[in-house]
């Protein structure tokens, strides 16, 4: 029996750690000639490949959420030269078909926080206090 986390097999998970680790490294190297790509800075954040080890989700930030769409458009564009190149650094007896996805999770993050910080929630937290209802109940020993 395989151990598993979140779903996903402990191979999947490391096949797609490898992934993200070299795509990572192409990408730092810049040695793409895509001019949405040239210069720019990405973050592979992760790697989700899928059960049949066909395709994987690629995860990627440009730095600050910069430029994007064009950014996208230029990974879609690379996506088998960057698998050609990935191949050389890897080796698999399949090697996914790189599906690039913007990771929207920092900024969803990002958001949340603007939100908790945001005064209608202090407002609603001032209002509220810690509504301990244990405080109510005697302590062992005491008398109610």
């Known amino acids: 029996m395989r151990a598993r986390e979140g779903g996903r097999s402990v191979r999947l998970l490391r096949v797609g ?3 993200r680790h070299a795509l990572s490294g192409i990408l730092s190297r810049d040695e793409l000639a895509d001019p949405d790509l040239s210069g720019r800075t990405l973050t592979v954040s992760a790697v989700e490949v899928s059960p049949d080890m066909r395709h994987a989700d690629v995860f990627v930030v440009p730095l ?19 698998r050609a190149l990935l191949a050389r650094q890897v080796s698999f007896k399949y090697l996914p078909q790189l599906h690039f996805k913007l990771d929207e999770s920092f900024s969803e993050g990002d958001r949340i926080e603007a939100l908790l910080r945001s005064e209608k ?14 405080d109510d109940r005697p302590v062992d020993g005491e008398d109610a």
């Open 121 to 134: 929630v202090s407002q609603d937290l001032a209002s509220h206090p810690d509504d301990d209802s244990d």
């Open 17 to 19: 750690e490898t992934i």
């Open 64 to 82: 600050l959420g910069a430029h994007a769409d064009e950014v996208m458009r230029g990974l879609g564009r690379s996506a088998s030269h960057l």
